[in-house]
């Protein structure tokens, strides 16, 4: 018990003082990229949803997160622009047999990714890369000649995305980096059409609160022709509303995650110490010896000693009888000729042999003195008889 509460003391030590780190340490930026509308770090989208009633004044704004197959089934869902901005998007056949369709129907999706996936990229023949000039990143403008006032150009690799390869029959080029590659690309489906930008990060807040930035991201929805609706889906970033489970929201945040670690390291050292044996070491003992060899030597040598082959011999014929009793459940009060027949019938000794031990018993019973050679041939016979009866 003592060292069971030396760990706990140490173990809330060592909670407190992390808890009084975290609190008074400085809170640093959060650079990862969450695409979130909820997100003000730098890499959410909380400046770009909120402002999209800026670009788009008629339009409503409607969250969702499900994925494209889901979406577009939705009858409700019609006159719209789907707009995805996610680090990676994987839209797999089914996705893209429901997404087209719903394109050709006159609505328009908006797609600002690094990643396509396998299968959007074969259908489209696409491919899409990163570059960067020698003295820093390249920067991005538009083909449009009512657009090329100026160069758009955003820091921590924010226009490093371009198209190495795509389908250049269907595709529409909107715009271009400093290499004249492509970097925004159109795809025209019956009454709609989808619209690909390579990156994602033009449209974070980092992004927006810059002027070159905040340009062109409005320039760059404004290829998109106004419509009832804006979807918002965020699937490809949050996942379907529901699936975050409650760990991976507590290790979403540092502080809790810490804890969580600090917690279950106290755990595993609480177990190996426990583990140890607390009780004292079970002493080795050893088996119990047969000593019933030396007994029987013991006897007969204080027997031999005596040299009483009157006690012995009647303490033989006592054993002998019992054994009849016992075994073949005969009486032996009456050892008569009767009986001699029916033992030699049940145990299958020698008539003989049988009729010489009664003789020798019956003897020895009367008689007050017994010979060595006597007592000698009555332990020899009635060995005998055991040997031979069943």
């Known amino acids: 018990m003592k060292g069971l509460k030396l760990y706990l003391i140490l173990g809330s030590l060592l909670l407190i003082l992390y808890m009084v780190a975290q609190y008074n340490q400085p809170k640093g930026v959060n650079w990862k990229a969450t695409y979130s509308s909820a997100d003000k770090i730098p890499f959410g989208s909380y400046v770009l949803y909120h402002r999209l009633n800026d670009i788009y004044p008629a339009t409503k704004i ?36 429901k997404l087209t369709g719903f394109i050709k129907q006159g609505n328009n999706v908006f797609i600002a990714s690094s990643y396509f996936g396998s299968f959007l990229n074969k259908k489209l023949k696409l491919e899409s890369n990163t570059e960067m000039r020698k003295n820093g990143q390249t920067y991005l403008n538009f083909l449009s000649k009512n657009l090329r006032d100026s160069t758009y150009l955003v820091d921590k690799n924010s226009t490093t995305g371009y198209f190495s390869k795509f389908d250049t029959v269907k595709a529409v080029v ?4 400093g290499y004249d590659h492509a970097s925004y690309i159109k795809f025209p489906m019956g009454k709609g059409a989808l619209f690909l930008n390579a990156n994602p990060l033009m449209f974070t807040n980092y992004s927006l609160l810059q002027e070159p930035g905040a340009n062109y991201a409005a320039k760059a929805l404004s290829f ?30 540092p502080p809790l995650r810490w804890a969580f670690y600090i917690v279950a390291f106290s755990l595993l050292i609480f177990v190996v110490y426990q583990s140890k044996r607390r009780q004292r070491i079970i002493p080795i003992i050893p088996p119990v010896v047969n000593t019933s060899v030396e007994f029987a030597t013991t006897v007969g040598q204080v027997y031999y000693e005596q040299r ?44 003989k042999l049988v009729s010489e ?23 020899h016979n009635i060995e005998q008889f055991y040997h031979q009866s069943s």
């Open 357 to 379: 031990i009664f003789y020798q018993v019956t003897l020895m019973q009367h008689s007050t003195k017994v010979s060595n050679d006597d007592l000698i041939t009555l332990n």
């Open 174 to 177: 909107l715009g271009q980096n």
């Open 224 to 253: 998109i022709p106004s419509q009832k609706n804006i979807v918002w889906d965020e699937y490809y970033t949050k996942g379907r509303n529901g699936d975050e489970s409650t760990m991976r929201v507590f290790l979403s945040h």
């Open 62 to 97: 409607v969250p969702i997160n499900d994925p494209v197959y889901n979406l577009v089934v939705d009858d409700s869902i019609q006159n719209s622009t789907v707009l995805i901005i996610a680090d990676d998007i994987n839209i797999n056949e089914y996705d893209y047999e």
């Open 308 to 351: 009483d082959n009157n006690n012995i011999a009647q303490k033989k014929i006592t054993y002998f009888l019992e054994h009849i009793r016992q075994r073949y459940h005969l009486k032996t009060s009456l050892l008569d000729t009767e009986f001699i027949e029916t033992l030699t019938h049940k145990s299958g000794a020698e008539p």
